[in-house]
């Protein structure tokens, strides 16, 4: 399994011989290199989130609530963070959540790609959107050893829906990651305000219409999808902690909480950050 705590070895000893790191090592640090970097549509794209932004926001502080205290005689020279799902053992229980048209937040157009050869290089699998850029054959072989996930947004067309999933497990993704809670555009001022949406343009390589998404998830229109995939499915959701098990009472599926930060729902401050404890506590 990686080391990942070695990496900062790596930037001192590269340090003796004169040689420093060509990457901030802050994150907001890091983040304002990218916004200059970017045209200001495409800033707002990435980073704007829905109303006054004040859900984004919480979901920050929430985080900024959570620490990991060292655990001291545990014997810690060899570090296993591993976990497993769907039969794989991943390094760690972290992955890159999806992000439509990230190809674009590329130099060269190819941001799926390198996104993909960075899960490659630390094991940590990607979850790639069905709006990529880059074909998800492309994606795929990228991939190397590390397991890649797909995102999928359910279209009405049900055909569409399992040729999406077809071609997928076809390439080589091990599970379906299925968005259940992106019914409409949120209000994002950001874009209004420079009628931005890169999907109109034409982005995405599946040319996917967000227009064609299904307006509500029933367990009937589920279960029909759970039937077209043989791959491990998983729900991505935001929906309320009485609603959580209904769609996954009768399916063998896993559950992940996206994280938006506020990008789909100005959501009473409340973060999503804290509602995603809240579904690990009430799945557990």
Request: charged content about 25%; some cysteine.
């Amino acid at each position: 399994m990686p080391d990942f705590g070695a990496y900062q070895n790596e930037i001192y000893l590269a340090g003796l011989s004169g040689r420093l790191p060509p990457f901030p090592m802050r994150f907001d640090e890091l983040e304002a290199k990218a916004h200059a970097a970017m045209p200001a549509s495409l800033v707002s794209y990435v980073a704007g989130g829905c109303g006054d932004e004040g859900t984004q926001n919480a979901n920050v502080a929430a985080f900024d609530k959570w620490g990991l205290p060292p655990r001291m005689f545990v014997g810690a020279k060899q570090r296993d963070l591993s976990v497993e799902l769907f039969g794989m053992k991943l390094p760690s229980p972290l992955f890159m959540s999806p992000i439509g048209v990230i190809g674009l937040c590329a130099q060269d157009g190819h941001g799926d790609l390198a996104t993909a050869r960075a899960a490659a290089l630390t094991g940590v699998p990607m979850v790639a959107s069905t709006l990529s850029v880059d074909p998800l054959e492309a994606v795929a072989v990228e991939f190397k050893a590390t397991p890649g996930f797909f995102q999928l947004y359910t279209p009405t067309d049900r055909d569409l829906a399992a040729s999406l999933v077809r071609r997928a497990e076809q390439a080589g993704f091990r599970a379906i990651v299925v968005t259940l809670d992106t019914w409409v555009t949120g209000w994002r001022p950001r874009d209004l305000a420079t009628s931005n949406f890169p999907q109109l343009r034409g982005s995405g390589a599946v040319r996917f219409r967000r227009a064609q998404r299904r307006p509500h998830h029933q367990g009937s229109g589920n279960g029909g999808d759970r039937r077209r995939s043989r791959s491990p499915l998983c729900l991505r959701t935001g929906a309320r902690r009485d609603r959580r098990r209904r769609p996954c009472a009768a399916l063998p599926v896993g559950r992940s909480r996206p994280l938006y930060g506020g990008r789909r729902l100005s959501d009473a401050r409340r973060s999503h950050a804290r509602r995603a404890t809240e579904s690990a506590a009430l799945t557990a």
